[in-house]
């Protein structure tokens, strides 16, 4: 069969390499790809959002099953956009519909989602700019730190954890009324702080039945002991440690399978992956968020230890009868390392020489913001290349992936050299 995947990344690269391995696989595209998704499928420069000439490129090169990467197209309404369409309905979209992908397109609907079928999470109040006097009391009333949220999407730089209550009011105050993240920031949503340790589940459904992947850990700041700006992630371990059977029938039990029945409950068709981010607080689960797609870059080490055929679980998804899967898990660990752009998260420069992937050895090479220019592969993102190792634990996974990283080169490269230093 033929099959797209829409993205660009290093989650799209990862997905790719999987589907690459089925035997039922006869063509694979990917929409717009990246450098890495070039070596193993048909690149074609058609952005996510452009539902037309996805609709052309479907139907030119005989797609069977749609793959889709990131949020931005599911919040816009991709699968509607298929669905609404006499020659695309019958092709099926992993990926929820629109009104079910607001689970992250809008934190407001998020949490109204969690409150309705009593998922824990932290407690919260939503405001605009019509009541910024009242957020203002609101914040009054919490203990620090404070956790400001931009209610729309905002590339996963929209929350703010502040100690300072004259800092939380005044970026109540940018982010409502001076627009810091756009639209994004036209509703706040204000949250009291958990303390625990953070941890990402993925969850694969067909709308009533449910599977659980492997679940990840990611590090989202740029500095070494979580210091700095947040990024889209910089690595990522799986399986986490410290969750362990106990804890993950809680996840289960708690949120996972009240999420699934939730949204058939709320009639929000969901055929795809939900990714829970989650807090250990104590010895108790709490959802922090949801997000509609797989992560970046827990789908790096998530998906890498899949031993089942990635195909066949799409088409069990679409088809509704994931519950006759059986998946296959590779019980050692994975990690991925993130190689960035100097000056990323903020401004950098693109178009850099990448050398040396092809001296890596017992890792896999996932491109993520990567391009080829005149035959050689440059930088074309903030985050350019993640290398995934396996290992007994993830020490000795970690220990490879950095052995690795050190035979990679481009001007300007970092790299975190501390994954893993808070699960000692």
Known sequence: MNILVLGSGGREHAISLKISQSPKISKLFVAPGNAGTAQIATNVEVGVNDFEAIKKLVLKEKIDLVVVGPEDPLVNGVHDFFLNDDELKSIPVIGPEKAAAELEGSKEFAKEFMMRHNIPTAAYQSFTSETLEEGYAFLETLNPPYVLKADGLAAGKGVLILQDIQEAKDELKSMLVDSKFGNASATVVIEEFLDGIELSCFVLTDGTNYKILPTAKDYKRIGEGDTGLNTGGMGA????????????????????????????????????????????????????????????PETEVVIPRLKSDLV????????????????????????????????????????????????????????AGTKLSDGKVVTNGGRVIAITSFGKDFKEALKTSYQNMEKLHFDGMYYRKDLGFDLD
């Open 237 to 296: 371990i799986s399986p986490v440690p410290f969750a362990d059977t106990v804890f993950m029938d809680k996840i289960e039990r708690q949120i996972v399978k009240p999420t699934v029945d939730g949204l058939k409950k709320d009639s929000l068709p969901y055929v795809g992956f939900i990714f829970i981010g989650l807090i250990k607080v104590g010895e108790e689960p709490k959802v922090i968020e949801y997000n509609v797609r797989m992560g970046d």
């Open 312 to 367: 066949e679980i799409l088409l069990a998804m679409a088809n509704g009868t994931l519950d006759q899967v059986d998946l296959q898990i590779d019980e050692r660990a994975a990690t991925t390392v993130m190689a960035v752009s100097g000056g990323y998260p903020e401004a950098y420069e693109k178009g850099k020489k990448i050398t040396g992937t092809e001296n890596i050895e017992d890792s896999i090479v996932f491109h």
